[in-house]
């Protein structure tokens, strides 16, 4: 049975006082919930990372970055590579996020993630590679080829030999951040197709390797998402962010898969 795994996106939130109260607010949380049950994980901007690492020393709570560089060092002025992300106690790293691809800056491009998801495995973290269509690639029917695409070329030149070496989550790029989630159906179909373009990219262990959804979740909707039989998890933006709406998200993904 896959593990359940609910990330925290935190994006660019919080300050140093803020992230602090909410991780301890979380950690008294979850010591009333079956928290073994299930791998949470907070993923802080970066400059967090090391007193984020501190206060979840010896903690349930595992840690992970939003992005990384392809480079493990050099002049690259601005940029964190996989090491350093891996220094500071993170198991996990997002790569590929859609804000990142459709967003910020010089957009990132298929390659780019790729590189970066080899560069995360190489530092020995474990990718949460996003991927996911625009509203207009689903309205003219190119979801599923949207995925497959993003999904092939990220794994290009990619080895998966544990089921830990990759995360993926389906975040379609029209419920991030809108109140708009994917339906439960939706969600499935989704992850049923990534999942088989995964075993046939990577065999096998495709049965092993979670598939998160993330868009909009909220302790409302968490349920019937999680409820999903190839939903593995979660990855949650602006709900991670106050710990009663996180812990409200693990708490139903628990329930729904009857971990609790
Ligand atoms: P959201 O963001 O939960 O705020 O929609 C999800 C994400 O970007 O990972």
């Given amino acids: ?59 349930s709570i595992q840690l992970g970055a939003q992005n990384l560089y392809f480079e493990a060092q050099g002049a690259f002025t601005g940029e964190v590579s996989g090491p350093m992300i891996a220094e500071t106690g993170a198991k996990y790293v997002i790569v590929g996020h859609s804000e990142r691809r459709h967003t910020i800056g010089h957009r990132e491009d298929d390659r780019m993630v790729n590189l970066k998801l080899r560069a995360a495995q190489q530092a020995g973290l474990t990718p ?11 309205q003219s029917g190119q979801t599923l080829d949207v995925l497959t695409f993003q999904l092939t070329a990220a794994l290009v030149n990619v080895k998966l030999d544990r089921p830990d070496d990759l995360v993926i989550a389906y975040e379609p790029v029209w419920a991030i951040g809108t109140g708009h989630n994917a339906t439960p159906q939706q969600a499935q179909e989704a992850h049923v197709h990534l999942r088989r373009e995964l075993n046939r990219l990577a065999g096998p262990i495709a049965e092993s390797v979670r598939i998160l959804y993330g868009g909009s979740i909220k302790p409302e909707n968490a349920g019937e998402l999680m409820g999903q039989p190839d939903v593995d998890g979660g990855l949650v933006g602006g709900a991670s962010l106050k710990a009663a709406s996180f812990l409200g998200i693990v708490r139903a993904a628990l329930a729904a898969k009857g971990r609790c």
């Fill in 128 to 138: 949460i590679l996003c991927v996911g269509e625009t509203l207009a690639e689903r």
């Fill in 1 to 59: 049975m896959r593990h359940l795994l609910v990330a925290g996106n935190w994006k660019m939130n919080l300050n140093l006082a803020g992230a602090e109260s909410l991780i301890r607010e979380l950690l008294a949380g979850l010591r009333e919930l079956p928290h073994n049950r299930a791998d949470v994980v907070v993923c802080p901007p970066f400059v967090y990372l090391f007193p984020v690492a501190q206060l979840l020393r010896g903690t």
